[in-house]
């Protein structure tokens, strides 16, 4: 009989001891601001600051475009610039929209080209604490000029295009990510009675910042 009171004392003891060293362990966390406690064993793991959902950021983007010069592309031009803006939403840890608008350019001698894209498009993202790789894709408006005068060519028209992307995110903090980004651009607009393939690839460095 008592054995047993002595068993069962120690174990009020120890479940005591233990009680306090966890109650002391979660006042120190409040009382001196540091990070909260670990999840419990088994718990899902919440995603980074930058990945919470319903987040709203802008981003930009300064580059080159490459044309494609294959089929009915721009043959024989150049290597030119592009640019964009826009605002975005993290929509779930794994999924963003976007809306963008930008422009990219290129010459031949005389010849010059400019194209600017209004568009709405989708990242899939594959979350991370500090680098998060990403592949997109998006339809819109592109405006579309060019000036041709070895062909007599100089004229201006809006038609349907789309784009298909890839890139990445290295978060510097919750707030600020610097941004790489190729993208495929895709438009077929008729100058002059001739359709005339204004694609190619924009390759640009750029931010993306969180509100």
């Not at 899902?44 to 987040?55: E, R, S």
């Not at 939403?89 to 794994?94: A, G, H, I, Q, Y």
């Not at 651009?185 to 009675?193: L, M, N, S, T």
Request: glycine share 16%; hydrophobic share 40%.
């Amino acid at each position: 009989m008592r054995k047993s009171a002595v068993l069962c004392l120690v174990g009020v003891l120890c479940a005591a001891l233990v009680s306090t060293a966890l109650a002391d362990r979660y006042d120190r966390y409040e009382k001196y601001g540091g990070p909260p406690p670990p999840p419990p064993r088994g718990a899902p793991v919440p995603p980074p600051p930058h990945a919470v959902y319903g987040q709203l950021y802008f981003f930009g983007h300064l580059g080159l475009f490459e044309p494609n010069s294959s089929g009915g592309g721009l043959k024989g031009y150049d290597s030119g610039g592009a640019f964009d803006i826009g605002f975005g939403s993290r929509v779930s840890p794994n999924l963003a929209i976007d809306g963008t608008f930008g422009m990219y350019f290129s010459e031949a001698g005389p010849n010059e080209l400019w194209v600017a894209p209004l568009t709405g498009g989708f990242r899939l993202i594959l979350p991370g604490p500090v680098v998060e790789p990403y592949v997109g894709g998006g339809v819109g408006l592109y405006f579309a000029n060019l000036d041709e005068p070895t062909s007599g060519i100089n004229d201006s028209d809006t038609t349907f295009g789309g784009y298909l992307s890839m890139g990445v995110d290295a978060w510097l903090n919750p707030r600020m990510a610097l941004n790489f980004e190729g993208k495929y651009q895709w438009a077929e607009p008729e100058f002059d009675g001739w359709d005339v393939e204004v694609s190619g690839w924009t390759v640009a460095l750029g931010v993306r910042v969180r509100f």
